[in-house]
């Protein structure tokens, strides 16, 4: 009886709540201070940049899937991975390959991951709902999915390789498109055309939409190839279901909003154009 209030409550109050508050970048208190807490007790990283991860689309979307009927929880690699690409990002102001020593980011993902699984136990509400999805304890899955050794490092700082393995995170089952996403280069400028464009595919659901921080800034979107490929023209959040929508040119990817996240410029490429 107990355990199905819980699970009530964390459906009907607390999943709703975080959903809304990760769909406007605001860090629900109790995954804010996973961060935190770890920031402040080992001093890996300070609590400021803590503070702007916790708050993170991508990290968010971890936060979110924590909890998700359909997915695995986060690995130490998968934390980590997610916070190398948000810093990474033009608004955090720090190049990947300027850190002194990237055990420190492996050692911080590790432990926030702990922090957080920690912090799912010691909730009645929170554990209930973890052990109904994942049929298995947040201190057994303490153990589990822990790797995150110095072999990651190579990738950590190359921006091709990090890319790459933070989309593949957003491919889906039961796909029905594929998605073109264009990287930039070394000077934030995306190449639109397929002979020096630099390219990665990520499988999609056209009617559920994209887990936040799929669609980002300095990266471009297509769907289809060739003449008939059509551009995203913008990108917007579902702040009920914390996904992001697209509008292509001929075509919708899920639920579309006034809170847009991404929109195309009036100035084109010459090769989008054309």
């Known amino acids: 009886m107990f355990n199905k209030v819980a699970n009530d409550v964390f459906l009907q109050i607390i999943f709703p709540n975080w959903k809304k508050s990760s769909s406007y970048a605001i860090s629900p208190r109790p995954w804010l201070r996973a961060f935190t807490k770890v ?3 080992t001093n890996i990283i300070s609590v400021k940049l803590a503070t702007s991860l916790a ?7 971890v936060l979110l899937n924590s909890f998700s009927l359909d997915k695995a929880f986060a690995s130490s690699k998968e934390f980590a991975i997610n916070i190398a690409f948000e810093i990474s990002q033009p608004n955090f102001n720090i190049e990947l390959s300027d850190l ?10 590790t432990a926030v991951r702990l922090q957080w699984l920690n912090t799912i136990e010691s909730s009645f509400i929170l554990h209930s709902r973890f052990q109904t999805i994942h049929n298995i304890s947040a201190s057994q899955q303490a153990i589990d999915d822990t790797e995150c050794s110095i072999v990651l490092d190579n990738m950590l700082c190359n921006r091709d390789q990090l890319t790459k393995a933070y989309f593949a995170y957003y491919n889906v089952d039961n796909a029905t498109t594929q998605m073109t996403v264009w990287l930039p280069d070394n000077r934030r400028y995306v190449a639109t055309d397929s002979c020096s464009g630099t390219t990665l595919s990520v499988l999609s659901d ?3 939409g994209a887990e936040l921080g799929f669609f980002r800034q300095n990266f471009d979107y ?3 190839i060739a003449n008939q490929r059509q551009w995203l023209q913008e990108s917007s959040i579902d702040h ?3 996904l992001e929508s697209a509008k292509f040119e001929n075509l919708q990817l899920g639920h579309l909003s006034n809170h847009i996240v991404w929109k195309r410029h009036s100035m084109q490429t010459a090769s989008q154009a054309a």
């Open 55 to 61: 708050s993170s689309p991508s990290l968010l979307r």
């Open 240 to 242: 009920l279901q914390a």
């Open 39 to 41: 920031a402040r007790d």
């Open 100 to 109: 002194p020593e990237l055990w420190r980011l492996r050692e911080f993902s």
């Open 206 to 208: 056209i009617e559920k």
């Open 222 to 224: 297509s769907i289809g």
